[in-house]
């Protein structure tokens, strides 16, 4: 069984900062991509960044040049550090990973269950 576990979701002021962390723990054999997706409420869960083992990050254009991704292999974490936050960054982060569990033929997506930022005007 694969775990993820977010944290440091809560309230922000707009224009301030928040960092989230997501750790992976379980029966995980090795991880590919590691990313970030946010959901508002009544709208769709939404990429927000990524990065995969080797290469360069990818952000959705809303969040460039604000947001960095970041991840520590050694300890199968992931951060997000949120800057210069706007209202509509309000949404619940869901920590998402590619990963195999050295059993099943292929890599598979696995999710956390999320934590709540809410960016106060």
């Known amino acids: 069984q694969v775990q993820l576990v977010e944290s440091g979701g809560g309230l922000v002021q707009d224009g301030g900062s928040q960092r989230l962390s997501c750790v992976v723990s379980?029966?995980?054999?090795?991880?590919?991509?590691m990313g970030w997706y946010r959901q508002a409420p009544g709208k769709q869960r939404e990429f927000v960044a990524r990065i995969p083992s080797g290469g360069a990050a990818d952000y959705a254009d809303s969040v460039k040049g604000r947001f960095t991704i970041s991840r520590d292999n050694v300890k199968n974490t992931v951060y997000l550090q949120m800057n210069s936050v706007k209202p509509e960054d309000t949404g619940r982060y869901y920590c998402?990973?590619?990963?195999?569990?050295?059993?099943?033929?292929?890599?598979?997506?696995?999710w956390g269950q999320g934590t709540q930022v809410t960016v106060s005007p």
């Open positions: 998402n990973i590619l990963g195999w569990n050295g059993r099943d033929l292929n890599a598979r997506d696995y």
């Open positions: 379980g029966s995980i054999f090795s991880i590919s991509a």
